[in-house]
């Protein structure tokens, strides 16, 4: 994650996502060819307006629709920091703010961003004061992301180069995230689970916190889960595969265990990282959500 400076356009371009092309098998053009690989924006509508406002460049340099791409060329997206959007009136609860960033916690049920009305980023201006430091972004902007039906701490940055120091920290793998889950079935009391995802490397350590009798499903545990790399739905994925999904995954679980209209029980209640502005060790934790808990007394 860095920025760009384009002196005909006079403004930094802040990278969004970055994707390095592994294989690609004939002469493919670059409108073609990026079409589901970035996450924020997926339309071929939006991605061909984002290459024509020179916001998708390849090895660096501005991207153009009849460009052929090649293997391991790197495609990076950059943020559309000139477009205004509608600020979303969602209270949020912030547990951390300062001129520099913010750590807030996310409901269960919204995109963290995305080309929507109802997202979490949309909703930041609603939430959090803006910096006054001279690199403020003139939009907060969370540097990670959490699935829409996970909720907990999620990391937002201030400034540019609060923005860029979280990323690095990010990529370098030097920011620690713990996660908590209830599952169906039971688990050892500590573990490793190391399957690869779509053929990149996985692995997610887990230890049991709370194992529970259920008439329905047997036995439900809560285990804490710090996962070691960041491959989407990996989480979601390692459990399922180890045999105990998460209570509530429509998508990876057993649809007739679920129950209905609760939700998936995954939060983000941890996060350890060395502050931008201060470059100290910054910790944030939150409890076990009221409505795991709630949900376990009942089943008792």
């Known amino acids: 994650m860095y920025f760009i400076n384009f002196a005909e356009t006079n403004f930094f371009l802040t990278i969004s996502e970055k994707h390095i092309?592994?294989?690609?098998?004939?002469?493919?053009?670059?409108?073609?060819?990026?079409?589901?690989?970035?996450?924020?924006?997926k339309a071929r509508k939006g991605l061909k307006k984002a290459i024509l406002d020179g916001r998708v460049l390849i090895n660096g340099k501005k991207g153009y629709t009849a460009d052929y791409v090649r293997k391991n060329d790197v495609i990076e997206l950059c943020a559309d920091e000139s477009e205004?959007?509608?600020?979303?009136?969602?209270?949020?609860?912030?547990i951390f703010e300062?001129?520099?960033?913010?750590?807030?916690?996310?409901?269960?049920?919204?995109?963290?961003?995305?080309?929507?009305?109802?997202?979490?980023?949309n909703a930041l201006p609603f939430n959090l004061?803006?910096?006054?430091?001279?690199?403020?972004?003139?939009?907060?902007?969370p540097v990670h992301r959490l699935d829409n039906q996970t909720?907990?701490?999620?990391?937002?940055?201030?400034?540019?180069?609060?923005?860029l120091s979280l990323h690095k920290q990010f990529e370098e793998n030097q920011i620690q995230k713990k996660y908590c889950a209830v599952v169906i079935g039971t688990t050892e009391k500590q573990g490793?689970?190391?399957?690869?995802?779509?053929?990149?490397?996985?692995?997610?350590?887990?230890?049991?916190?709370?194992?529970?009798?259920?008439?329905?499903?047997?036995?439900?545990?809560?285990?804490?889960?710090?996962?070691?790399?960041?491959?989407?739905?990996q989480l979601r994925i390692h459990l399922a595969?180890?045999?105990?999904?998460?209570?509530?995954?429509?998508?990876?679980?057993?649809?007739?265990?679920?129950?209905?209209?609760?939700?998936?029980?995954?939060?983000?209640?941890?996060?350890?990282?060395?502050?931008?502005g201060t470059n100290l060790m910054t910790d944030f934790q939150l409890e076990l959500p009221e409505k795991f808990s709630n949900y376990l007394k009942r089943i008792k």
């Open 21 to 41: 092309v592994r294989d690609v098998s004939g002469d493919i053009r670059l409108s073609d060819y990026i079409i589901g690989k970035f996450e924020t924006l």
């Open 84 to 94: 205004i959007k509608k600020v979303f009136q969602l209270k949020i609860e912030v």
């Open 98 to 121: 300062d001129e520099f960033l913010a750590v807030i916690n996310k409901p269960a049920g919204f995109p963290v961003s995305g080309n929507y009305y109802k997202t979490i980023q």
């Open 129 to 141: 004061s803006p910096s006054t430091l001279p690199d403020a972004l003139a939009v907060a902007r």
């Open 151 to 163: 909720r907990g701490l999620l990391l937002v940055a201030k400034t540019r180069s609060s923005q």
């Open 192 to 233: 490793i689970i190391i399957d690869d995802i779509e053929g990149k490397y996985a692995e997610t350590q887990y230890i049991k916190s709370g194992e529970y009798k259920s008439a329905k499903f047997g036995f439900l545990t809560v285990v804490d889960l710090f996962p070691k790399t960041g491959r989407t739905h």
């Open 241 to 276: 595969k180890n045999g105990t999904h998460i209570l509530g995954d429509k998508l990876y679980g057993n649809h007739e265990k679920n129950p209905k209209d609760k939700g998936l029980f995954l939060a983000a209640t941890g996060i350890r990282f060395m502050h931008p």
